[in-house]
């Protein structure tokens, strides 16, 4: 476990792959890490149970693929049940949009990485006291710069990574704001690029996050 968490403190980057279909996750892992991505967090559905499944095809596909070559964790996991497919599957990690306490606590009694998702001070030290590894600020481009620093100053003893509206354009001013990393998803693995089998593009937005 600790080797993942120094991975993803040092690498700063998660890229979420979310909707990508099993087809394109080789190719598009790939990319990626061509274009210095190492840690990869492919997202549960919850409103569609077969998505869902392919969620977890696809955690085995690049585990079987690339190996310890990338950090492959879940995204979007509610559940407790997530937890325990995600992790039959390979998942390294467990991101959450949300705190569960239930979800932490089985997350790390698997001895996996808990990131749980938090938007007020008050959630964030219930999840980091309940053994989340890092909080994730969640939505952060809608909170903006300023509420990171506001809320990581503080609470500067609990690690935070910021998602949601990151791009190639800001991520530095999230790192400077307190943040130890950042989530990028549409910004930097775009479905439409992917349809259109342009994964160089793909790899060429990955190497606009190297920090």
């Keep these: 476990m600790s080797s993942i968490l120094e991975t993803i403190k040092e690498s700063k980057i998660i890229a979420i792959i979310r909707g990508i279909s099993s087809k394109d996750i080789i190719n598009t892992v790939q990319a990626l890490k061509d274009g210095g991505i190492k840690c990869m967090e492919v997202t549960f559905n919850q409103k569609d149970a077969e998505a869902s499944k392919d969620t977890l095809k696809c955690i085995r596909m690049i585990k079987e693929h690339f190996g310890d070559e990338v950090a492959v964790g879940a ?15 390979g998942a390294a990690y467990m991101i959450s949009p949300n705190t569960n306490v239930d979800v932490i606590k089985k997350t790390k009694e698997l001895g996996l990485v808990s990131i749980p998702g938090a938007a007020t001070p008050s ?6 006291e309940a053994g989340a590894d890092i909080v994730k600020l969640f939505p952060a481009g809608a909170l903006g710069t300023g509420y990171v620093k ?3 100053a503080p ?3 609990i ?10 354009k ?4 999230f790192l400077k704001a307190g943040a130890i990393g950042v989530g990028v998803g549409g910004n930097l693995v775009n479905k439409k690029l992917i349809e259109e089998g342009n994964f160089a593009e793909i790899t060429r937005l990955a190497s606009e996050y190297k920090i």
């Design 75 to 89: 995204g979007t996991v509610m559940t407790v049940q997530n937890v325990i497919d995600a992790a039959e599957a």
């Design 159 to 168: 690690p935070f990574t910021a998602v949601g509206g990151v791009n190639e």
């Design 123 to 128: 959630e964030a030290v219930t999840a980091y």
């Design 155 to 157: 609470l500067n003893h």
């Design 170 to 173: 800001n991520v530095g001013d």
């Design 150 to 152: 506001a809320l990581t």
